[in-house]
């Protein structure tokens, strides 16, 4: 019967960083990834703060006049004043609070790769004590 023959341990040494490293090159991408779409959410939620202050404006400057002049046939001219910025100021604290939805801090944590860099560390913990226990 043939003794089988354990490779050295400079060989098992060599191969754990070799892991080590295609370990971290990995972990790298997939924060890069990550962080990509995160960016790509807080990208669409800047937009919608833009695109919210550009209705805005053109609420205010072409339907606040005409409203304001409708309801000034109603009611005495301050009272249509404090109707119309009301309206609007009602609109934008709405479009304000979707905006914020989307740009919070928490969608910028890339959280496969914390669990995926603790699971590597674990990982290089068992064969740190293995190959402890191969040299001695």
Do not use: C, K
Request: aromatic residues 8%; negative net charge.
């Amino acid at each position: 019967m043939e003794e089988v023959r354990e490779p050295p341990v400079t060989d098992l040494v060599r191969e754990i960083l070799q892991d080590v490293q295609r370990l971290v090159r990995d972990e790298l991408r997939l924060a890069r990834a990550e962080l990509t779409q995160s960016l790509q959410q807080a990208a669409l939620g800047l937009a919608a703060v833009v695109m919210a202050g550009v209705f805005g404006l053109l609420a205010v400057a072409f339907v606040g006049v005409a409203l304001f002049y409708a309801l000034a046939l109603v009611i005495p001219l301050w009272a249509s004043g404090l109707a119309v910025v009301g309206f609007y100021g009602f609109l934008a604290i709405a479009v304000l609070l979707f905006a914020r939805s989307r740009l919070t801090p928490s969608n910028l944590i890339p959280e496969q790769t914390i669990e995926s860099l603790q699971e590597g560390r674990e990982w290089l913990e068992r064969d740190r004590e293995w190959v402890e226990r191969q040299v001695r």
